[in-house]
């Protein structure tokens, strides 16, 4: 079981099938986004009180693996 498997669900009948916090409609690629544009995790539970600081950190830890497991993206491209 991944560490993030707790708080990090996908399923087809939810977002289409985007991985999302688990319970909720709020997908990782929008938590990414949002502390992109420069939100802190504290902003996020503010803005969404139904996540947790361990859903956050889940967030990460699910785009670790998932970029750990994607091809490199050719620079000369």
């Known amino acids: 079981m991944n560490a ?3 708080h990090i669900v996908a399923d087809h009948r939810v977002m289409l099938g985007k991985p999302v916090i688990k319970g909720t ?3 990782v690629e929008l938590i990414l986004r949002k502390l992109a544009q420069g939100a802190t995790p504290q902003d996020l539970i503010q803005m969404y009180p ?6 956050i950190s889940a967030v990460f830890l699910y785009a670790a693996e998932v970029l750990a497991n994607e091809e ?4 000369a491209a």
């Open 4 to 6: 993030y498997s707790q």
């Open 25 to 27: 409609r709020i997908t």
């Open 50 to 55: 139904h996540i947790t600081s361990e859903d």
């Open 72 to 75: 490199m993206i050719d620079s």
